[in-house]
C-alpha cells in the first residue's frame, strides 16, 4: 500500500512537473516572437520606416501584436502559478487532516508532497 501511496505522490509531482515544463514552452515561445518584433522594431529605427516603406498601420500593429504576447505570457504564467498553488493548498489541506487523524505514514506522505509542489510554487 505505502509503494503505491508512493507511486502516486511520484506520479502526481512528476505530472505538474510536466505541466509546467510545457506552459513554460509555450511562454518562451511567445517571449522570443515578442523578442523578433522589437529586433524588427529595433532595425526599422535604424534605418528608417520611409527607407524600408513601413507604414504607421504596420507599426501600430507590430507594437499591438507585441503587447498581446506579453499579455498572453503573463496569463500563461499566472494559470501556471494559480494550478501550482491550488496543488499545493489541497496537500496542505490533506496533511492538516493527517495530522488530525496522527497518521505518521499519511503525515510523511503529505508533508513530502506539500515540499515538492512548494517548490513549483516558489
Known amino acids: 500500500m505505502f509503494e503505491m501511496r508512493?507511486?502516486?505522490?511520484?506520479?502526481?509531482?512528476s505530472a505538474f512537473?510536466?505541466?509546467?515544463?510545457?506552459?513554460?514552452k509555450g511562454i518562451d515561445t511567445i517571449d522570443n516572437l515578442?523578442?523578433?518584433?522589437?529586433?524588427?522594431?529595433?532595425?526599422?529605427?535604424l534605418v528608417g520606416k520611409d527607407n524600408l516603406g513601413?507604414?504607421?498601420?504596420?507599426?501600430?500593429?507590430m507594437n499591438e501584436t507585441n503587447l498581446q504576447n506579453s499579455r498572453n505570457a503573463l496569463l500563461a504564467s499566472r494559470n501556471i502559478l494559480d494550478a501550482n498553488k491550488s496543488a499545493l493548498s489541497e496537500a496542505?489541506?490533506?496533511?492538516?487532516?493527517a495530522r488530525a487523524?496522527?497518521?505518521?505514514?499519511?503525515?510523511?506522505?503529505?508533508?513530502?508532497?506539500?515540499?515538492?509542489?512548494?517548490?513549483?510554487?516558489?
Open 6 to 13: 508512493d507511486a502516486v505522490q511520484e506520479e502526481l509531482v
Open 17 to 24: 512537473e510536466e505541466m509546467n515544463s510545457e506552459a513554460q
Open 34 to 45: 515578442s523578442s523578433m518584433i522589437r529586433g524588427y522594431r529595433d532595425i526599422i529605427d
Open 54 to 61: 513601413i507604414t504607421d498601420g504596420l507599426l501600430k500593429q
Open 92 to 97: 496542505e489541506r490533506e496533511l492538516a487532516e
Open 101 to 122: 487523524r496522527a497518521n505518521k505514514d499519511d503525515i510523511k506522505f503529505w508533508e513530502e508532497t506539500v515540499e515538492q509542489l512548494a517548490e513549483t510554487v516558489t
